[in-house]
T-cell receptor, first 115, second 113 residues
């Protein structure tokens, strides 16, 4: 069974540019969440999508956006990149069945470096 | 606001020791708690998921307990091995914030051969 796939694994961008990260969830998982991980702030929740709708959003500026497609694949976009956006971006998928949450499976992440 | 604390921040033990990692959370209204491990520069690997109605979960040498009323969880690792060296993170899913997970800062474990 394939896991959560994130592409690309590594990115180097220049300040002011924009970037798009991709996440393919486990087959059958309809919920996709995004997290930012930095040494200083730890893991911070960005947003969650379920059935193409943003269901939850963290405390990040509007430069961070996302979307989900009908096949549950998700993308997140960061515009006008700042040095502080350098981080490991993690995607997680999950499923709920019969009212029970089966927990989260994370991808390997995309390491974004802004120079 | 839910806050999750993990103690200790770092732990170094000789191979073969049994050890306990601690996680505490401030709001007991949680849906479940999940333990993860993270190797340097990698993503998170799920270890154990404990639903709020459960007291513990076991997988191989790992055992996690949950005391929801006191806001505590422990991860017990038996007969530690060098391959267990990693950062261990606990995360809670609160009842009232949808699917948002709140993470602790992690415990960095080093098992010395």
């Amino acid at each position: 069974k394939a896991g959560v796939t994130q592409t690309p694994r590594y990115l180097i961008k220049t300040r002011g540019q924009q970037v798009t990260l991709s996440c393919s969830p486990i087959s059958g998982h309809r919920s996709v969440s995004w997290y930012q991980q930095t040494p200083g702030q730890g893991l911070q929740f960005l947003f969650e999508y379920f059935s193409e709708t943003q269901r939850n959003k963290g405390n990040f500026p509007g430069r961070f956006s996302g979307r989900q497609f009908s096949n549950s694949r998700s993308e997140m976009n960061v515009s006008t990149l700042e040095l502080g956006d350098s981080a490991l971006y993690l995607c997680a998928s999950s499923r709920t069945m019969g009212g029970r949450d089966y927990g989260y499976t994370f991808g390997s992440g995309t390491r974004l470096t802004v120079v | 606001k839910q806050e999750v604390t993990q103690i200790p921040a770092a732990l170094s033990v000789p191979e073969g020791e049994n050890l306990v990692l601690n996680c505490s959370f401030t709001d007991s209204a949680i849906y479940n708690l999940q333990w993860f491990r993270q190797d340097p520069g990698k993503g998170l690997t799920s270890l154990l998921l404990i639903q709020s109605s459960q007291r513990e979960q076991t997988s191989g040498r790992l055992n996690a307990s949950l005391d929801k009323s006191s806001g505590r969880s422990t991860l017990y690792i038996a007969a530690s091995q060098p391959g267990d060296s990693a950062t261990y993170l606990c995360a809670v899913r609160p009842e009232t914030s949808g699917s948002r997970l709140t993470f602790g800062e992690g415990t960095q474990l080093t098992v010395n051969p």
